[in-house]
Every structure is written in structure tokens, then in C-alpha cells.
């Protein structure tokens, strides 16, 4: 091997290597398996009106804040805050569709992550004969950043959920009356 070559066969070589590390990340999409078995739903022996009203009712019992919703779709969202520096967003989406055996209510959490970022800025002074300089200048400017957003997927989440939605179905949840401890 020349000398010239046995210094570009490494170089080849890292690049190379280097190349593969930089490669994108295969789609996502090739990872749905469109599973006939769902987390995702879940069928009530009423009709779809009915059972997205029993949906709402339940996300209101958890502390969600519901926005106006059509009859047949509930969109329900609930704030947390782990950490003075990090925030959590919780939205649920319930779609009520007509079913033989009733309604198929189907539900889509939204997990959206937050943290706190400063704006950093600077401040340039002009010198005449000298030039300009930059200072960095200190801010209170904070505010809540979005660093991610994942639909929630885990099973036990929306068996949850829809175990809920179906103790309020079969009215095995105590009624607000019945927790008044009226007389």
C-alpha cells in the first residue's frame, strides 16, 4: 500500500463511520402496525350523544377543563406542574360513534411537555475610534417553552379512563346527591 493510500484508507473510514451515525432515524411510520386490538376504545350500551355525556361527566370528576363541545366529541385538558420549571399538558379527545352495540367511544391523549427558557439578550455599546462591544444583559424575560408532544399510548391509561366512563354507565359511581350527605 502507498503511503498516500494508507493515510486515506482511516480517513475513508471514518467518514464513513461518522456517515452512518448521522443517518436519520427510520420513519415512524413504519413502526404502526394498525393492530385490530385497540387501547383506544372501548363500545357503551348507549347511544353516542349518551355516551360521550358520560364521558364528559368524567373528565369533569378528574379536575379536565372541557371545551364548547359538539355532542359527539369531547375535548377535555388538564394542566400539571411537576417542577417550578416544567409543565405538563394533558388533553383528551372522546369521539362517540354509532356502534351495534350502542356507542364505540374512542379516546386520544395528548401529552405536551413544557419547560421554562430565559431569553437571553445583549446589549451593544458603540465606542467612537474604539468600536462596538457586546455586553450580555441580564433578563427576566421567562417564559414556558414547548419541548415535546407524544400521543399517549399505554394501555392501563385509557383502561382507566374508560373504566370510568363505564362505573358512570352502569351507575356503580355514587351519584353527587348521594355524596351531599343530605339529610
Do not use: H
Amino acid at each position: 500500500m502507498s503511503r498516500v493510500s494508507s493515510r486515506l484508507f482511516p480517513m475513508v473510514c471514518a467518514g464513513l463511520t461518522f456517515a452512518g451515525c448521522a443517518s436519520p432515524p427510520p420513519p415512524v411510520y413504519r413502526g404502526e402496525t394498525f393492530q385490530p386490538d385497540s387501547p383506544f376504545v372501548t363500545w357503551i350500551a348507549r347511544d353516542p350523544i349518551g355516551a360521550c355525556e358520560l364521558g364528559k361527566r368524567a373528565l369533569l370528576s378528574q379536575g379536565y377543563r372541557i371545551d364548547d363541545a359538539d355532542p359527539t366529541r369531547i375535548r377535555g385538558e388538564k394542566f400539571f406542574q411537576p417542577r417550578s420549571d416544567r409543565g405538563v399538558t394533558l388533553g383528551i379527545t372522546l369521539f362517540c360513534l354509532p356502534s351495534s352495540l350502542g356507542a364505540a367511544v374512542y379516546a386520544n391523549g395528548l401529552e405536551t411537555r413544557y419547560e421554562l427558557k430565559s431569553a437571553a439578550s445583549s446589549t451593544a455599546v458603540n465606542v467612537a475610534g474604539i468600536g462596538g462591544i457586546s455586553l450580555p444583559w441580564a433578563s427576566d424575560k421567562e417564559a414556558l417553552v414547548k419541548v415535546g408532544e407524544e400521543t399517549i399510548s399505554d394501555a392501563g391509561f385509557y383502561k382507566r379512563l374508560f373504566g370510568l366512563i363505564e362505573g358512570l354507565a352502569s351507575g356503580t359511581m355514587p351519584s353527587p346527591t348521594e355524596d351531599a350527605g343530605g339529610g
